[in-house]
């Protein structure tokens, strides 16, 4: 801390990578699943399973501010921070924070979700089907497909919520939170020291990573 | 904050277009007979089981086609199953059997408005089905792969105009 003007990294890159690209993603899936190009929508989804295996591995081994244990907090930690959001003027956390958390998990957990139901989906005319609904009979992967479509909508009204509480921060608590999720900095003054040391990206972690994440997209198209 | 107003004007109209539309339901009558001797609900669940006995058929010959090495007897007896049901497809539609029977169906009142293209959608379908079981019989799995996706093509082309949700 001996350049205190200095931004700090709170969010390393891969986190950036996979918020953005999965920002990406799901309007792409949507579309491609709308206009019938299902192909391209089980390459999409199989890139998106791998990004989030990916973000599972990173939220257990990644930088401090990726893994779940330095942001998933109990009910008495989130009220606290609810409070003390009340207060002027408001210091942001320097990753997520334990409101926010929830968003977060609810988002990974309904991805996951997703993509796991689609993995074994089957259409109406028994056509396009996920890579393991050869598993299921035919009703079975029609359910999964209904989930699959259930899920979707669930998926939009959390992304709208969560859209709705960064717009939230931006206007009300005069936060920006899409700037350190682009350029992964901010002010070193708005930003607690002692989490925003090391988020640097471990070049070996990173490489289990990308070989974890790999295993599944290949696993499931054998 | 020209881009915020933006965005909280994008942000309004995602929201309005997830108000979903409300179906009116009608009154049920899913117990009166038909010319058939069926009832409309009977009518209707018959139906039903049949296109997903279809469906299901049609899943065991996608399912071996991406194998390697497709067990052929098995798309034969499906392939079969499939042209025996599309010459019943015919009968599985009489009037009075829509939506405003009050019976859960997913079959648009356009079947009935529009006899002649719905009959063309069948007829189609009997032909691809043939072909397709012509195809299976002859054990040639790239005839069938083609025969397949045609008659596949023709599943979509009835759904697209006369099954509400087309998923
Ligand atoms: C987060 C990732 C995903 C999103 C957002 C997504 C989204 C969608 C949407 C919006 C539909 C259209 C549902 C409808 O007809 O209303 C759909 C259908 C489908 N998706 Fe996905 N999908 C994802 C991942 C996957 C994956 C990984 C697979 C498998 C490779 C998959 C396979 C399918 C299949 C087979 C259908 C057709 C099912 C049907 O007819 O209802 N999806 N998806």
Not at chain 1, 21 to 38: F, K, N, Q
Not at chain 2, 76 to 98: C, K, L, M, R, Y
């Amino acid at each position: 801390m001996t350049t205190p003007a200095k931004d700090v990294l709170v969010w390393d890159w891969t986190i950036r990578l996979f918020h953005w690209v999965t920002v990406g993603l799901i309007p792409a899936l949507w579309w491609t699943a709308e206009e019938g190009h299902m192909a391209w929508h089980a390459r999409l989804g199989l890139t998106l399973l791998g990004l989030l295996v990916f973000r599972l591995y990173w939220g257990v081994f990644g930088s401090p501010t990726a893994r779940f244990s330095s942001f998933v907090k109990g009910p008495s930690a989130i009220l606290a921070y609810a409070r003390s959001s009340l207060r002027r003027p408001y210091v942001p956390s320097t990753g997520h924070n334990p409101l926010g958390a929830l968003s977060v998990v609810a988002l990974l957990g309904l991805l996951v979700a997703q993509v796991s139901f689609g993995l074994f989906a089957v259409d109406v005319d028994g056509l396009e089907s996920g890579p393991l609904s050869s598993l299921v009979d035919f009703k079975t992967g029609r359910q999964f497909a209904e989930w699959h479509e259930f899920t979707f909508e669930l998926l939009l009204w959390m992304i709208g919520l969560h859209v709705l509480a960064v717009l939230g921060y931006w206007l009300v608590l005069k936060t920006n939170l899409v700037r350190p999720m682009v350029t992964g900095r901010r002010p070193a003054e708005t930003a607690t020291p002692e989490t925003a040391t090391r988020n640097g990206v471990s070049l070996p972690r990173l490489v289990i990573g990308v070989a974890l994440a790999g295993l599944p997209v290949f696993a499931v198209q054998l | 904050m020209k881009i915020q107003t933006l965005g909280l004007a994008s942000l309004c109209v995602i929201l309005a277009s997830c108000g979903g539309a409300d179906t009116e339901s009608a009154e049920y009558r899913g117990d009166e007979e038909l010319p058939n001797g069926m009832t409309i609900s009977e009518m209707i669940e018959t139906r039903q089981d049949g296109l997903e006995d279809v469906g299901g058929s049609f899943k065991t010959i996608s399912d071996e086609l991406k194998k390697g090495d497709p067990n052929v007897a098995d798309i034969q007896t499906a392939a079969a199953n499939v042209e025996a049901h599309s010459q019943e497809i015919g009968d599985w539609f009489p009037e009075g059997t829509g939506a405003d029977s009050g019976v859960e169906t997913e079959a648009l009142d356009s079947i009935w408005e529009d006899p002649e293209g719905f009959e063309a959608a069948i007829t189609k379908f009997e032909t691809a089905a043939g072909e397709l079981n012509t195809a299976a019989q002859s054990g040639d799995v790239e005839a069938i792969q083609a025969a397949f996706e045609t008659a596949g093509g023709t599943c979509k082309n009835c759904h697209d105009s006369y099954r509400a949700d087309d998923d």
